[in-house]
């Protein structure tokens, strides 16, 4: 089977160089197939939105409970 180097780049231009492996896919007709984990940075700045976006739901269905039990 021939080797062949290639270099991976997440979308945000952070290189997956430990986050990138060769694996043997039994489902492939050659067999080969890369699998790439999700940069560092771009895996903190998603979780630092899902934070964010639940803080924001979290507070507005507590203003809505609060105002509820005000009337």
Known sequence: ???IEVEVYCSC???LCNQ????WAYNR???NALTVEPCE???EKAR??????GYEEGYEKGKEKNN???N
């Open 48 to 53: 630092d939105e899902g934070y964010e976006k």
């Open 1 to 3: 089977m021939p080797e």
């Open 20 to 23: 990138t492996k060769s694996m």
């Open 68 to 70: 509820d039990n005000t």
């Open 13 to 15: 231009g952070e290189g």
């Open 29 to 31: 007709p050659d067999g």
């Open 41 to 43: 940075k771009c895996l």
